[in-house]
């Protein structure tokens, strides 16, 4: 059974940073992309950042383009999104996904998810 958990969200005020990170059981990332997505209240599940095996592609959405960074650690079988510079509009519950091979922005082709962890960044 694969499962995704996501850990590292918290409180944080506005400017600050904060490392999630993603790991699995019954999955192994490579082979896989693994993307970042965040959903705040009332909105939809927005696409932030995902990076691919192998090769490490990645790709950000506009917005936390510079401020975040994603990346992985194979031998940990865990990728992070490291985020600073942090604004009260990225509060949300973000969330990590897994899909086969191929980069995706779009929600619905990604296969796995996990739980969410929130992320507040106070003003």
């Known amino acids: 059974q694969v499962q ?11 400017g600050g940073s904060l490392r999630l990170s993603c790991s699995a059981s019954g ?11 965040r959903q705040a ?5 927005e696409f932030v ?6 090769g490490s592609v990645t790709q950000y959405a506009d917005s936390v383009k510079g401020r975040f ?12 999104l ?6 009260p509009e990225d509060t949300a519950v973000y969330y990590c996904a897994a899909r086969p091979l191929r980069l995706g922005v779009d929600r619905n082709e990604y296969d796995y998810w996990g739980q969410g962890t929130q992320v507040t960044v106070s003003s």
């Open 69 to 80: 960074t994603i990346s992985r650690d194979n031998a940990k079988n865990t990728v992070y």
């Open 27 to 37: 999955l192994t990332f490579s082979g896989y992309t693994v993307g970042w997505f």
């Open 82 to 87: 490291q985020m600073s510079s942090l604004k």
């Open 4 to 14: 995704l958990v996501e850990s590292g969200g918290g409180l944080v005020q506005a």
């Open 49 to 54: 950042a995902q990076i691919r095996w192998p």
């Open 41 to 45: 209240p009332g909105k939809e599940r």
